[in-house]
């Protein structure tokens, strides 16, 4: 950390921010120009993310070298983390394909969805059971009996699963049955919930805020890495911008910059992110083009009568087209898909 203070400052006040310092318990680099002294601490300052020191006398400009996260970046940990659960692996050369329902609806729907994603290529079941909707009057989901119906499909079609979990006492119910805890755009920076998540031994998949930027997202995955769970992967699910012909804006940007930053995997939701079923086979190829470890994409037998986020919903035909598509972008990008 750098901190630049005004050259005209009595000797007192610098002596003030230095002595601050030692007592954090870090040696201080000075140098003193004309205009400027610029102090350089030397150290971990985790600890002084706190001190506010632009209220000291003096102090012009406060500049962090250091990242913000620790255990979700690249300093830390250079090489990739690949996060394997039973016989897949996300992060690794191959691109893993999330696909389900947004929500559970019943038996017929969930089953039916699994065999079809599965036969396609897909590794993964996703299905809300709890879902977070933006209105307290649209269908809030089955919670237990659409987990049991989750679990069910997956272990009929040796699909792993992954589905949402909103608030920390719903962790034990949930863990019961999914293989991959989701945590939604909505809540991540629910800390309570991403402590109590750093704090069990499966994967959690943490979506990105619609207002969040890159560093927030890694902040939150840190939470759940400092407390000791490593499986942290990344999703990019668009953002929240002026454009409004899309549901969000994808930031494809997101993909290579967080794979410069961090070590963990990334994922992208490109139907949340577009909101328009015809945009989400395009958007699936950029970001797996841009470097993205897999997709989670909404899947319907029949989009139409969906409960939940009909229009982003593919029906099995364009899934089935879709991974067709994506295999090729893949390959050329040196991946795989099965
Ligand atoms: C979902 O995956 O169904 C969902 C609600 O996504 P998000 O949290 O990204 O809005
Ligand atoms: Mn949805």
């Not at 947004?102 to 599965?118: G, L, R």
């Not at 086979?281 to 939940?308: R, T």
Request: with cysteine.
């Amino acid at each position: 950390m750098i901190i630049v203070i005004n050259g005209k400052t009595s000797n007192a006040h610098v002596e003030k921010v230095i002595q601050r310092l030692h007592e954090m318990g870090h040696e201080v680099d000075i140098s003193r120009g004309e205009r400027r002294i610029v102090l350089g601490v030397i150290g971990d300052v985790k600890n002084l993310t706190s001190v506010p020191f632009y209220a000291f006398d003096g102090v012009e400009e406060v500049i962090r070298v250091e990242k913000p996260y620790k255990l979700a970046s690249k300093e830390f940990k250079s090489s990739t983390t690949t996060i394997k659960i039973k016989n897949v692996a996300i992060g690794g050369k191959e691109v893993v394909i999330m696909a389900g329902p947004c929500v559970v609806e019943n038996e017929k729907q969930i089953f039916e969805t699994a065999q079809k994603v599965k036969a396609a290529g897909a590794k993964i079941l996703r299905g809300g059971a709890f879902k977070p909707r933006t209105s307290p009057y649209s269908f809030q989901g089955l919670e237990e009996e659409g987990l049991k119906l989750l679990a069910q499909a997956g272990a009929e079609t040796g699909l792993l699963v992954v589905t949402e979990v909103m608030s920390a006492n719903q962790i034990e119910l949930v863990g019961k049955y999914t293989d991959i805890f989701q945590v939604g755009a909505r809540n991540m920076q629910n800390f309570v919930l991403l402590k109590e998540l750093g704090k069990v031994n499966k994967p959690v998949l943490l979506k990105r805020g619609m207002s969040a930027t890159i560093e927030e997202l890694l902040l939150s995955a840190e939470y759940i890495l400092s407390e000791g769970n490593k499986k942290v992967i990344l999703c990019e699910r668009g953002i929240r911008t002026f454009e409004n012909y899309t549901r969000n804006t994808l930031d494809l940007s997101a993909i290579p910059a967080i794979k410069e930053l961090s070590h963990l995997p990334v994922i992208v939701d490109p139907s949340h992110a577009t909101g328009r079923w015809r945009l989400v086979s395009p958007m699936a190829k950029a970001a797996i083009a841009a470097g993205a470890d897999g997709l989670i994409i909404e899947v319907h037998p029949n989009p139409e009568v969906s409960f939940s986020d009909g229009a982003q919903s593919l029906n099995f035909k364009h899934f089935e087209d879709l991974i067709l598509e994506v295999k090729q972008i893949a390959q050329a990008v040196g991946r795989s898909v099965d």
